[in-house]
């Protein structure tokens, strides 16, 4: 970009950074150096040869080079013409950079909002993704604000305990009162643990109270999200599971005691023996 009387001065005007002659102009010196760099005497200092002709037709006779800087590296310069010879001392070179460090920072917040920006779609359609699938495998959604304490949950997640909408609040006792207390302590635990950073992905399965008064087998999920090294929202899923686990409850009785009288078997004399003798 340009400002003031230009008259196609840029148009062909090529800025090499290498170390050989082509790259001795205030700009090339200015972005290997790390440094402003400037000429008050276009016309006769030695530096300028290859771009004298062309600065002194447009009546440039002083110019000077300003790095701006990413990340502490260079990206570019702010260059500034004048028709005056000895046009930069210290002073207006001082002001200069100031004015390059606060481009720098404008570039810079910039990219970082581009950036914050992009991080934000991909997590919205992320978050889509997942929703989508959570609907097509009927589970319940819950989304944990963990610096608010405000919990999302679905009317799915509220439907699968027998529950309406607006019948559940938005905190997290909402959740963990229902929880049935031989299954709260281990929850509480593998939630916490993910919170740590212990694990990749939280999984629990538990007991929970539905609103007719009996428990149903819940499968819950979730993820931590993190801003400055803690953990700041957690997100996830619940799943009816409970005809598994009672299929798996009547396999495991079964298998332990007689179908008719519903007396110990075998297997389950077998069991209790090998357990005692552990002990031995």
């Known amino acids: 970009s340009s400002a003031g009387i230009i008259d196609g001065y840029l148009d062909n005007l090529k800025i090499p950074v290498s170390e050989n002659m082509d790259g001795c102009s ?62 930069f001392n210290i002073e207006i070179i001082t002001q200069l950079e100031t004015l390059a460090r606060d481009l720098s920072f404008a570039i810079k917040s910039a990219d970082m909002e581009k950036s ?16 989508l699938s959570a609907l097509a495998a009927n589970d319940g959604l819950w989304d944990w604000n ?22 559940i609040g938005n905190t997290i006792e909402e959740y963990f009162t229902r929880v049935h207390p031989d299954d709260i302590e281990k929850l509480k635990e593998d939630v916490d643990i993910h919170l740590k950073g212990e694990t990749s992905l939280f999984y629990n399965e538990h007991r929970i109270l539905q609103k007719d008064g009996t428990y149903k087998w819940v499968l819950t999920r979730g993820v931590a999200q993190w801003k400055e ?3 700041n929202r957690m997100v996830g899923s619940q799943s009816d599971i409970h005809s598994r686990k009672i299929a798996e409850e009547k396999l495991s009785f079964d298998a332990l005691y007689d179908s008719l009288t519903g007396l110990p078997n075998r297997n389950f004399i077998l069991e209790k023996l090998n357990k005692s003798l552990d002990k031995i």
Do not use: H
Not at 116 to 131: C, I
Not at 146 to 167: H, M, P
């Open 146 to 167: 963990l610096e608010t304490g405000e919990v999302y949950f679905s009317a799915r997640w509220k439907s699968i305990i027998g529950y309406r909408d607006k019948e």
């Open 229 to 231: 090294n803690k953990a």
């Open 26 to 87: 205030p700009e090339g010196s200015a972005i290997r150096e790390k440094a402003s760099n400037y000429s008050n005497d276009i016309e006769n200092d030695s530096s300028m040869i290859p771009w004298a002709n062309e600065s002194l037709k447009k009546n440039f006779k002083s110019a000077a080079a300003i790095p701006f800087f990413l990340d502490s590296e260079p990206v570019g310069t702010v260059n500034f013409y004048s028709s005056e010879t000895n046009f």
């Open 116 to 131: 914050r920006k992009r991080t934000e779609e991909a997590l919205r359609k992320s978050e889509e993704r997942y929703s």
